[in-house]
C-alpha cells in the first residue's frame, strides 16, 4: 500500500516536501495535485517509474508526456523557444496550460513523441506543485490522473488511495482535486493550435 501524506494546500509541511521528493528520488510513482486535476509523477530519468505510469493509465508510444517545470528558466533547458513561444509561456505560465514544444536533446527520447520529438511543458500554479519542484530541483514526469475507460479524472484523494494505492508510491492530499485538465496548446508549427481545451481561456491562443 502507498504511503499517504496529506499537505497543506497552500502552506505545504517542507518536513512532507522534502520526503516526497525522497520518494521520487527513489524512483517512486506519486499522485500529487497539478492545479487542475490530480497527477501522476515521477522523476525524469526513471524509465521503470515511467513505465508503470504507462501501465498504468494503459498508455501507448505516442502519448504526450508532460515536464512540469518550476518556471521559464527550467523551460528553455528542455525545449527550443523561438520568440513568439517564450512570449506566450511567458504570459500564461504559471497557469493551467501545457504548451507542446520541440525537446532538447536533455529530454530522454522515451519521454518524446515518438515521431515529432515534441514534449508537453507545464509550469503548475498549485503551491504543493511548486514546493516539490523547488525541493526535487528538475522537472517531473507527469500525466492527468485519468484512468483507463474513464472519462474524468478522480478528485478524492481518499478514493484514489482506495482505488489505486497498490499501484503508487505516494499519495498527496491537498484537498479535493478538479475535474478539468490543462488547457494543451501546440507551439511546435508555424502557428499556435490549440489541441485539447480544458481549464483556462484557450480563445487568447486561436488566432
Partial sequence: MSQYFEIHPDTPQPRLIRRAVEILRSGGVIVYPSGTTYALGCAMGEKAAIDRIRALRRLGERHHFTLACRDL?????Y?????TA???LKAHTPGPYT???RATAEVPKRLQHDRRRTIGIRV???PVAQALLAELGEPLTTSTLLLPDEDEPMTDPVDIRDRIGGQVDLIVDAGAGGLEP???IDLSGEAPAVIRHGAGDAHVFEL
Fill in 73 to 77: 528558466s527550467d523551460i528553455g533547458s
Fill in 79 to 83: 525545449t527550443r523557444l523561438d520568440n
Fill in 86 to 88: 517564450f512570449r506566450l
Fill in 99 to 101: 504548451f507542446v514544444l
Fill in 124 to 126: 503548475p500554479h498549485h
Fill in 182 to 184: 490543462s488547457t494543451v
